[in-house]
């Protein structure tokens, strides 16, 4: 009597072969964006460090001269007339060895635009990091500031020396509810701008009547990739948070709008009608 033996399968029907090329995309997908999140993290975890940093020798330059430094003191011509210049010289890094782009200064996110006027001189250009100068109100306002770098800007006619129209430490309300130093981007609650020296927030008017080479549309959609709609930011007390860019610049809670001010009210007369 013949048996027969059982028939042996010798390929992959189309259908198994497409389910194998399935499931070796999502698994392939899924890596990436393990990846993908582990780089964004690490990114993120070195930009927290770099404001650390500049937040100790934001301490030790008050600690120093029991004051803040200034944005920009024309009056000034020692190393503390730009709030940079001054953070350096603690960290006994000075302007002439081209620090500004590169180390602390520099965010591994933060993507420089190409048609940015600035690239030709990059000392002086797009900035990693800004400085909470004048607190909520316009950029660069020329008196009653709130934030920490003047009351007032004292090259001005008619007003006091630099040393006097510097904020003391105890003018600082609330130091571990102010912004001091972070990721550089001016805001506002539809526009966020980046590379800019000052941490800010202002109107969209404003932002959209300053532009700085390239379009609002543009800025605001690589702000909110760098850091996932996130800026790492250092208090004055020294300690890193890292809230979102609606918080920043959108939201106008007591706990969002004094966050900008050293007398730690949240000044809602100064918002653009």
């Not at 993120?44 to 940093?53: G, L, P, T, Y």
């Not at 006027?117 to 002086?124: C, F």
């Not at 009351?151 to 040393?163: D, F, I, K, R």
């Not at 706990?255 to 009608?273: G, I, T, V």
Request: proline residues 6%.
């Amino acid at each position: 009597m013949k048996v027969s033996s059982p028939r042996v399968q010798s390929a992959f029907s189309l259908t198994e072969l497409l389910v194998v090329l399935g499931v070796i995309g999502i698994l392939a997908a899924l890596l990436l964006a393990a990846i993908s999140q582990a780089k964004g993290k690490a990114v993120r975890i070195q930009c927290s460090n770099n404001v650390r940093e500049l937040g100790i020798a934001l301490q030790e330059f008050r600690t120093d001269l029991n004051a803040y430094p200034p944005f920009l003191d024309p009056s000034d011509h020692s190393e503390n007339r730009y709030w940079k210049n001054a953070l350096g010289y603690e960290m006994g890094i000075h302007s002439n060895t081209g620090y500004f782009p590169k180390g602390v200064w520099h965010c591994p996110a933060a993507a420089r635009p190409s048609n940015a006027i600035w690239n030709l001189h990059p000392e002086a250009g797009y900035d990693d990091y800004g400085y909470n100068a004048n607190g909520l109100g316009p950029w660069i306002s020329t008196n009653n500031s709130l934030g920490l770098s003047h009351h007032w800007l004292p090259h001005l006619p008619n007003t006091p020396s630099a040393q006097t129209a510097r904020v003391n430490e105890s003018e600082v309300v609330n130091p571990s509810e102010m912004f001091a130093i972070g990721d550089a981007f001016l805001g506002s609650s539809s526009v966020v701008v980046d590379g800019v020296n000052i941490l800010g927030r202002a109107s969209d008017e404003w932002v959209s009547s300053h532009g700085l080479g390239f379009s609002d549309q543009e800025s605001t959609k690589r702000s909110y990739a760098r850091h996932q709609g996130h800026a790492n930011i250092v208090f004055c007390d020294g300690h890193v948070e890292s809230p979102t860019l609606k918080f920043l610049f959108a939201d106008t809670s007591d706990d969002a709008l004094s966050s900008w001010n050293r007398d730690h009210l949240p000044h809602r007369e100064k918002l653009a009608p």
